[in-house]
Nanobody
Framework: QVQLVESGGGSVQTGGSLNLSCAGSGNTYTVCEMGWYRQAPGLGREVVSSIRRDDGSIKYADSVKGRFTISQDKDDARLYIYLQMNNLKTDDTAVYYC????????????WGQGTQVTVSS
């Protein structure tokens, strides 16, 4: 099992910035990819960005390209990913979830509890 804990959400005005963090613990050696998803009120969960542990390759949703930056780090016990969010828009308002995919898995199966991001005009 892998446990994920997010932090860094909050409320900002349009054009502002936030930095989300996620710490992964447990059987982190089984994780090959981590990412950020978000879910706005009344909508489904959508992928925001992801990063592979092996080669560091990154993907972004079109809606956040040029504004959001994902990065990763690790120590002996934990994995960390971050999401630097700049030039925030009201459409970015959502609960943001950290997620992890096991090596050999086809989907993200580990999830954090989510952190609220609210952008107001």
């Amino acid at each position: 099992q892998v446990q994920l804990v997010e932090s860094g959400g909050g409320s900002v005005q349009t054009g502002g910035s936030l930095n989300l963090s996620c710490a992964g613990s447990g059987n982190t050696y089984t994780v090959c990819e981590m990412g950020w998803y978000r879910q706005a009120p009344g909508l489904g969960r959508e992928v925001v960005s992801s990063i592979r542990r092996d080669d560091g390759s990154i993907k972004y949703a079109d809606s956040v390209k040029g504004r959001f930056t994902i990065s990763q780090d690790k120590d002996d016990a934990r994995l960390y990913i971050y999401l630097q969010m700049n030039n925030l828009k009201t459409d970015d308002t959502a609960v943001y979830y950290c997620a992890a995919r096991r090596c050999g898995g086809t989907a993200f199966e580990y999830w954090g509890q989510g952190t609220q991001v609210t952008v107001s005009s």
